[in-house]
């Protein structure tokens, strides 16, 4: 019987449940109502309590208030998606309650996590019940029921697991979403994930945490004596080509006479290599001869292979967010926000580089890469708002999936953030259009939410596995039309899905039909889709801009 938790013993349980997370995510993610190939409920939840481990992992606490502090303050910065802020409101709300607790009882923890749902349920705009919110609410108070007649935490965590279990299984008749796809909540279930995990932990075998993600190829030197290394440095980068049609015939001659274990991709706009050699800045150079240098990894394998004989971590790239913290506590400062140099101010998150031209071209001042793919985080959000020079910033989350990582900010920044919701893109390219920095902070708020409002957006991806919704049984692989929130048509047939988009946009009589087409799309194919487009709506100024998206093969905005 557990009747009291320490600072190692709830650092333990952190770390479990999270690992019991990372090891479900994918099929947390698999509940999502549509099978789109982006970055799901599991997914976000799973990096974004994987921050707070690294948190945890790279300091000493000696109370659980300083553990509680840690995790609270790294899964606010690193929440991803809806999902991952709420679960990031839930620790805070414990944290809260835990303040001045060097160990923590049956009835504290429990109050605590009370505490987070309330925290929760006030930050969420609307809360919606059938959630993350429903099964965290239930749980929890099983939690002080339980406590209030007893000590034992494992019987309690038993409890909580128990009402979790059973309003996860109501979640599909609270939701209509949900029902129509008969699924339960992804965002509920990876709660319960984090609990089990918890107890685990409290019943002495926490689950261990292995991250799935797939990381840069690195070379095999583990087995090798120094004089086997004939070229030290492992360097990756990425250039973006200058010329399509470049021939890259002289540059691999030039790395293989500098290197070896030369491996080079490329596609119309870029290329990657990775080389092992002695001169990695020369290698890097001479690629600038061909384009824009995006992306570099290098890294010493003479050094590693030392540390690892040596029973020591081989330090890598991945390790870089940990140096730099660490030379900022020796008294590195960081620069700090971007001075004002004028009243406002706009961030963008879009992928793609024909989107980016497009929200530069409007007058953006700073850009954050993710989307669909890969939601970015509140941490990723806010710097991108600090580095502009503004008192006041805009920002454009262009994903309903964003909003909330993106209104954290505000708390974590002197300067003021406005996020206007944006679900799409091309509801922030409207947004944008409106932008008029005469205008008073509310007004333009106001004008460019609903310069939002008049865009219907249609998106074209395929479908990454089998499911349902709606009573239509969706095939993996099969094109994907979705509008907002609704699916207009999933088919083999991509003829008929362009004339079943021509039949849903028609509601709107639209006078401005946008087609963004994404980086698996050719300028031929996105043509015949223009055409398609001005023969069905003649009265509309229909326009075709290559936006050079992931996941989408087109989004359609019509206005």
């Not at 449940?17 to 999502?32: D, H, M, T, Y």
């Not at 899964?75 to 303040?99: D, E, P, Q, T, Y």
């Not at 030039?254 to 050699?277: M, N, R, W």
Request: glycine content about 8%; overall charge negative.
């Amino acid at each position: 019987m557990v009747h009291s938790i320490d600072a190692a013993l709830f650092k333990s349980m952190v770390i479990s449940g999270a690992a019991l997370l990372e090891r479900n995510k994918q099929q947390i993610n698999e509940l999502n109502v549509f099978p789109v190939p982006d970055g799901d409920t599991g997914t976000n939840m799973s990096l974004t309590l994987n921050s707070g481990v690294s948190s945890l992992n790279s300091g000493e606490y000696g109370t659980v208030t300083a553990c509680a502090d840690a995790v609270a303050s790294a899964l606010l910065r690193g929440a991803r998606g809806n999902s991952g802020v709420i679960l990031s409101l839930l620790f805070r709300g414990i944290g809260k309650s835990l303040k001045g607790k060097a160990t923590v009882t049956c009835q504290e923890l429990a109050r605590a996590m009370r505490e987070g749902v309330n925290v929760a349920y006030k930050a969420v705009m609307r809360p919606t019940e059938g959630t993350i919110l429903t099964v965290s609410r239930l749980s929890a108070d099983a939690a002080v029921e339980y406590a209030d007649g007893g000590g034992d935490l494992e019987e309690m965590f038993a409890f909580m697991l128990s009402a979790g279990d059973e309003a996860l299984a109501h979640t599909i008749d609270q939701n209509p979403v949900l029902k129509k796809a008969g699924v339960v909540d992804a965002g509920g279930k990876g709660y319960l994930y984090i609990l089990r995990g918890m107890l685990s932990a409290l019943q002495g075998s926490p689950v261990e945490l292995v991250v799935t993600e797939e990381e840069e190829p690195k070379a095999d030197f583990t087995s090798m004596g120094e004089e086997e290394i004939t070229f030290a440095f492992d360097t990756v980068f990425i250039v973006r080509k200058s010329d399509p049609d470049l021939d890259l015939t002289p540059f691999r001659e030039y790395l293989s006479s500098i290197g070896d274990s030369l491996v080079i991709g490329e596609d119309d706009e870029a290329f990657k290599v990775h080389v092992h050699t002695n001169t990695p800045g020369d290698a890097l150079n001479a690629a600038q001869q061909y384009g824009v240098l995006e992306l570099a990894k290098i890294e010493n394998m003479v050094t590693q292979r030392d540390d690892l004989a040596a029973g020591r971590k081989a330090q890598s790239t991945d390790d870089l967010e940990a140096v730099e913290a660490e030379l900022e506590a020796m008294g590195s400062a960081p620069a700090g926000p971007a001075a004002p140099e004028k009243r406002y101010g706009v961030v963008a998150v879009c992928a793609g580089k024909g989107m980016e031209d497009v929200f530069i071209n409007l007058g953006v001042d700073a850009l954050v890469t993710g989307g669909q793919t890969m939601n970015p985080s509140t941490e990723d959000i806010l710097k991108a708002v600090d580095s502009v020079p503004a008192e006041v910033v805009f920002v454009l989350p262009n994903n309903k999936n964003i909003i909330m990582a993106a209104q954290q900010c505000d708390r974590l920044t002197e300067k003021d953030v406005v996020v206007i919701p944006s679900k799409t893109v091309p509801q922030g390219i409207s947004a944008m259009v409106c932008f008029d920095g005469d205008m008073e902070p509310d007004d333009l708020t106001n004008s460019m939410t609903d310069a939002c409002r008049t865009v219907h957006t249609t998106l074209v991806t395929y479908a990454a596995r089998d499911s349902e919704f709606d009573g239509a049984a969706i095939k993996a692989g099969e094109y994907l039309a979705l509008l907002e929130s609704s699916l207009v048509a999933n088919t083999a047939s991509f003829e008929e899905l362009i004339d079943a988009i021509c039949g849903s946009i028609r509601d709107f009589d639209p006078e401005v039909l946008t087609i963004f087409y994404g980086e698996d799309v050719s300028e031929a194919d996105a043509s015949e889709v223009e055409e398609r487009l001005i023969n069905a709506f003649p009265e509309a100024d229909v326009q075709l801009i290559s936006g050079g998206q992931p996941v989408y093969y087109y989004m359609i905005s019509a206005e």
